[in-house]
């Protein structure tokens, strides 16, 4: 079946450095990947997300590129900051048969950054 | 404010005894589906439903029902609760426009305790 693999956590960084946070995936076909964040104590939000091959999602400085010779949408971020300490899950689309769909996460990477 | 709505957000319980977790959304979305979120495996899907009087099971239905008598709910029943089902549960919905790559809105999440 369909999977993703992400990047071991706890990922520390210092404020205005360079975020990088790998995901790979193993599919079928080429489905839609997205990147959630989960901040503390609160539901997962949509970060970004890239529905073909090239593609490049972005939002709130994050962005992530969806290549498929790698089968990788690795999530970064020029300079974080400390408000960005939170858990990011990369995810895949499956469409299920009869129509449904449903997301395949990865198991998470958490991000603190420190002044 | 659009939002899925989720209750109780915290809920301690004992095995055996019968419990549900409630979902309500307000943005008119056909599709609905229950997560667990467990340390080292990410979010798993439960159950799912295409819209009302449609549902299905996901990744790990067992020991979950589910039912979808109106559009706007979604509730988790626990028949006789386990411990191993103490997690962090989440509803999400999504409209059925786009195969899903509008992304998932997510509740706030249920931490479920079974003592």
């Known amino acids: 079946g369909n999977s993703v693999t992400q990047m071991e956590g706890p990922v520390t960084l210092s404020e205005e450095a360079f975020l990088t946070i790998n995901c790979t995936y193993t599919?079928?076909?080429?489905?839609?990947l997205f990147w959630y964040v989960q901040y503390p104590g609160e539901g997962l939000q949509l970060l970004l997300k890239?529905?073909?091959?090239?593609d490049k999602g972005s939002n709130k400085g994050f962005e992530a590129t969806y290549r498929k010779e790698t089968t990788s949408f690795h999530l970064e971020k020029g300079s974080v900051q400390v408000s960005d300490s939170a858990v990011y899950f990369c995810?895949?689309?499956?469409?299920?048969?009869?129509?449904?769909?449903?997301?395949?996460f990865g198991t998470g990477t958490q991000l603190k950054v420190e002044l | 404010e659009a939002q899925v709505t989720q209750n109780p957000r915290y809920l301690i319980t004992v095995t055996g005894k019968k419990l549900t977790v409630t979902c309500s959304q307000n943005?008119?979305?056909?599709?609905m589906s229950w997560y667990r979120q467990d340390p080292g495996l990410g979010l798993r899907q439960i159950y799912y439903?295409?819209?009302?009087?449609?549902?299905d099971k996901g990744d790990v239905p067992e020991g979950y029902k589910v039912s979808r008598k109106e559009k706007r709910n979604f509730p988790l029943i626990l028949e006789s609760p386990s411990p191993n089902q103490t997690s962090l549960y989440f509803c999400?919905?999504?409209?059925?426009?786009?195969?899903?790559?509008?992304?998932?809105?997510f509740g706030s999440g249920t931490r479920l305790t079974v003592v």
């Open positions: 999400a919905s999504s409209t059925t426009g786009g195969w899903g790559n509008y992304g998932y809105t």
């Open positions: 439903s295409m819209n009302v009087e449609a549902t």
């Open positions: 599919a079928t076909g080429y489905p839609s």
């Open positions: 943005m008119n979305h056909e599709y």
């Open positions: 890239a529905t073909k091959a090239d």
């Open positions: 995810a895949l689309l499956d469409i299920l048969t009869g129509g449904g769909n449903k997301l395949t």
